[in-house]
């Protein structure tokens, strides 16, 4: 049967692709310490199944397709709360920040139409814009200047007619990087400036660690060309609920998400009721667990620090370390280290870092963890990925 | 701002676009009866929010892209019964039906291919189409043989090089259809021969009236072009669960929608517990409600009937009837229905039919209505109806 080219051109994600291997080797008992996927080891409040269980419609009935409005409200006051102030009518709810960003590049981009990003950045962009036919126009960032974006100057000369949007993390996955109020008034000026819509994904927003973080939308000058994509996922330690939103002000915009949301009918209900509780939770459980992910970035930073011929990225938010291996290939080594290497049956899994660009031949011997696991596993998880590395075959400090 | 063309091109929901109107009516004391939607009034199966509270999970965490084992084994165990063998590598669960197609299209269709569609057809197909530019080939049906399949040649007549599907809903929506035996072997034999794709959208198979069902499942002589879409939606009145599937036995499309699916994670953890749930439904369960809509589809038939100039299909399964109104526009009196008339405050509502047409100029005095209210109701509604029809100023009988 013939598969669409899109579809053929999709990568697996980098994320869950080696997850066979991690089946097979916990077939044979092995022990996978899992920092390839950033799914939180924290508990869910238990507001999420306190609320469903009191649930009694005695129908599952279709909703509306913008979403629950006990749900919209309480987003609203979570966004009030932190001085931003919109509208119901300028919530969407997402099966997740996923379908958020689907919808989103959907609603923006015609085929051929240009998503800037900066490089690496989350690994699904690249699927969300083949979806559409749109490209990426990847600008990229280093771990030398830590992940920070260049000029202003440079990524100006990035854009062409065909770029309708700039898509960026912040906190960013997989860098970690917070972006500083001069860098994030220096987006706001050249989005003005050139007419081009800033998507922000601002889902690891409560988790920053060295300072205070400024969402996109208090900055009152991009009000008309912002959407923001936000989630319960990594928040609440909810990612198995699927519940995301688009926040935006401009008309046009909402006008044709709200088209985009008619295709799938509307977001599953009880999910929807779970979620909204969520937001009640008291700002005390947010606290707690951000001086958890502190202690766990500072951990991982440091057992990171003492690997020979391993370069890491100084993560300020979210639970990502971009880390750069001295190995020919970091896939094969990831593959290598599920499937040939243990110590005392226990192994560490990590997600490689080429799928995290889209520029051909970028982050080969680069990989991305999750910091989602307790310290005492995240400083076993880097010495067995250390003494790994010193018996892999393709170990470039030999 | 810049809105796609893709998204500008999409119509609003023909079953969703005149809901501020019937809010507005509401608002003002007006009862509706909601012939628009197919949302039925019958209760959801405990079993779904019992197994639900009986979820005892302390996160609430990312799950496989393509669905719970225990909801897959599910789903082949129904299909084993009616026969259906298939494995749990061939069943994807999605975000109800309506994902299952938009997966199902982008895994197939490049932008320009062609959707062979038999018109009238459910309205959304329009919007999956465009969601990645791919192009609606309809085949006219007609009120005068059912809506039943025009010859093979003329199908035939219609395949061009791009045309790479062919998407249906047997049992039928809008219409109530049920394709003949001959009609599938017709189309079984023109997808071989052209190599074409077979989308069967069954979600209404446990709704059928007169006689048995023949899956296209059944049908070995297809398998290797067949995809099957299905949901719990319809089937367990669990709409808002947004719980579907696609099962194929195609390793190449599997493969690919495999990607499809990993674009968006995963399906909610909790509706797919219930989901898993409501497959242990008693078949009792499903005979009661089948009994239910046929008294329904009974009781609309001959309401409907009574009505001068109005000429409707005969539905043989689903819970839907097409029909042709003597006005000028059936979309004109809907709104006039729900903003300008009611008898002791009620009024009826109902989906106009040019949505349910890809053709320009196609549907524009028919109309949708979803029998699914209790019988009493009905009579109502199609009473208050065709007092409606006589003073409605665009009335072609007069």
């Known amino acids: 049967m013939k598969i669409s080219n899109r579809v053929q051109n999709m990568s697996l994600s980098p994320i869950r692709k080696l997850v066979p291997y991690a089946d097979a080797a916990k077939a044979q008992g092995k022990k996978v310490y899992h920092l390839n996927i950033g799914q939180p080891d924290i508990e869910t409040p238990t507001q999420f199944m306190d609320a469903i269980r009191e649930y009694d419609a005695k129908i599952i009935a279709y909703g509306n397709s913008k979403g629950e409005p006990k ?31 689907i919808l989103t590049v959907m609603t923006l981009c015609d085929p051929e139409d240009e998503i800037m990003v900066f490089e690496p950045f989350y690994a699904n962009y690249n699927s969300f814009a083949k979806e559409f036919g749109a490209k990426m126009n990847p600008v990229p960032t280093s771990v030398e200047n830590g992940y920070h974006l260049p000029s202003k100057e440079e ?55 060295d300072g205070a973080y400024r969402s996109f939308g208090t900055i009152p000058e991009i009000a008309d060309h912002l959407v923001i994509v936000d989630s319960v996922s990594k928040r609440y330690s909810a990612c198995g609920a699927r519940i995301g939103c688009v926040i935006c002000k401009n008309k046009d915009f909402n006008g044709g998400i709200m088209k985009a949301c008619q295709t799938r009918l509307c977001v599953p209900a009880v999910e929807q009721i779970g979620a909204a509780a969520l937001y009640e939770t008291p700002t005390s459980y947010l606290d707690d667990v951000n001086k ?90 880097i010495y067995i990925l250390g003494e790994g590395l010193k018996k892999y075959p393709g170990y470039t400090l030999k």
Chains 1, 2 share one sequence.
């Open 155 to 209: 990524i100006v000369a990035h854009i062409t007619p065909n770029t309708r949007c700039i898509l960026l993390t912040n906190p960013g996955n997989p860098t970690g990087v917070v972006y500083t109020p001069e860098e994030q008034d220096m987006l706001v000026e050249i989005c003005n400036e050139h007419d081009i819509v800033l998507i922000a994904d601002e889902v690891y927003r409560e988790f920053v660690y």
């Open 71 to 101: 749900l919209i409200k309480a987003i609203q006051k979570y966004y009030a709360e932190k001085g931003m102030n919109y509208d119901l009518a300028d919530i969407y709810i997402t099966n997740g920040g996923s379908e958020a960003l």
């Open 292 to 381: 958890e992910y502190k202690k766990r970035r500072d951990t991982i930073a440091a057992a990171l620090a003492k690997l020979p011929g391993v370069k890491a990225s100084d993560p300020k938010g979210a639970f990502y370390v971009m880390v750069s291996l001295p190995v020919d290939d970091a896939e094969k080594f990831a593959i290598w280290m599920l499937t040939e290497f243990d110590i005392n049956g226990e192994t560490t899994m990590f997600a490689p870092g080429n799928g995290f660009y889209s520029t051909p031949g970028m982050g080969v011997n680069e990989c991305r963890m999750a910091y989602v696991l307790k310290s005492e596993d995240l400083e076993k998880a």
